[in-house]
């Protein structure tokens, strides 16, 4: 059933009269009843009743007339729907990464809503494996990561660097110190985060290949609750620098390098290299150019 010939249809319904109703549509009355004669060849049905003088709708028309003005009103819902989604009044953008990284992409999403604060914005919590694969196969729109992704069909843009650092009490001795080396901090009380990651595989790593050891008394799930330990005093960790610039700034914490452990690092905005994306996604990468420029 077509919909023009739906809205020729209930042009005749309202006016009463092929012929006003194709005044109205500026059209022809003979084209006005060739479109109501398709309906009702289509349907098996006569709609109007000829013989009366104002043009009354049939049993069949009055059925017809609930639906077409249901289906021409949904037309104009999704028609606005759509534009909705084109000046970003809507839609949504899927973004994949660790805790940590939330941090780095609060910039990028402040930008983002400044100029179009009706699109919606999601985080999830992936492990960096899981990134590339779920950014590739369309279940994300970006993903972050420390490193370059090798998969072919990615790309990706650096949204600032970041390093480890010892968060610690500010009363607490070492809080004065600018360095410490990385058997100083082993030997502290550490807090660590009980999930398992690339930049704690690293760290492990290191203190085997050094011989020497690292004293993690305490394990939490999230960077919060971390922060919130060393505040109280119950030990130090090792986190990305980014993730405390608020609390450091506040002076509720410390941050001391620890040699071979900073492991610096690139922050990376991972995205298709090529196919369609959403205008919400396109914006929001705008927004991170932007961003990076700055």
């Known amino acids: 059933m077509d919909l023009a010939e739906l809205q020729v249809f209930l042009a005749v319904a309202a006016e009463r009269s092929f012929s006003r109703a194709a005044e109205r549509l500026h059209r022809t009355q003979p084209a006005v009843s060739q479109a109501i004669r398709r309906l009702e060849d289509e349907l098996d049905e006569r709609l109007f009743d000829r013989s009366s003088k104002g043009g009354r709708l049939t049993e069949a028309g009055e059925l017809l007339l609930?639906?077409?003005?249901r289906l021409t009103?949904?037309?104009a819902e999704a028609e606005s729907a759509v534009r909705e989604l084109q000046d970003l009044r809507r839609g949504r953008v899927l973004i994949g990464a660790n805790e940590g990284a939330v941090h780095v992409l609060l910039p990028v999403v402040e930008r983002f809503r400044l100029d179009h604060p009706h699109a919606q914005v999601e985080v999830r919590r992936v492990s960096a494996r899981q990134v590339a694969k779920e950014v590739l196969s369309r279940s994300l729109d970006f993903g972050?990561?420390?490193f370059p992704p090798r998969e072919r069909g990615l790309q990706s843009l650096s949204l600032g660097e970041d390093e480890l650092v010892m968060l610690i009490d500010p009363r607490h001795p070492l809080a004065a110190r600018p360095r410490i080396t990385m058997e100083e901090f082993g030997r502290q009380?550490?807090?660590a985060h009980n999930e398992a990651s690339p930049a704690r595989e690293r760290v492990l790593r290191l203190y085997e290949q050094r011989h020497t050891t690292i004293n993690i008394?305490?394990?939490?799930?999230s960077l919060d609750g971390i922060k919130r330990a060393v505040e109280m005093g119950l030990g130090v960790a090792l986190?990305?620098?980014r993730c405390a610039l608020a609390e450091?700034?506040?002076g509720q914490l410390a941050a001391v390098k620890v040699a071979q452990l900073r492991l610096p690092r690139q922050i990376r905005l991972v995205y298709r290299r090529t196919g369609e994306r959403?205008?919400?996604a396109a914006a929001f990468l705008d927004a991170a150019r932007t961003v990076a420029s700055a």
């Not at 609930?66 to 003005?69: P, T």
């Not at 008394?217 to 799930?221: N, R």
């Open 239 to 241: 986190l990305p620098k």
């Open 73 to 75: 009103a949904l037309k």
């Open 66 to 69: 609930d639906y077409a003005q």
């Open 278 to 280: 959403s205008h919400a």
């Open 144 to 146: 972050v990561l420390t």
């Open 189 to 191: 009380t550490v807090i």
């Open 248 to 250: 450091i700034a506040r």
């Open 217 to 221: 008394q305490i394990g939490l799930p």
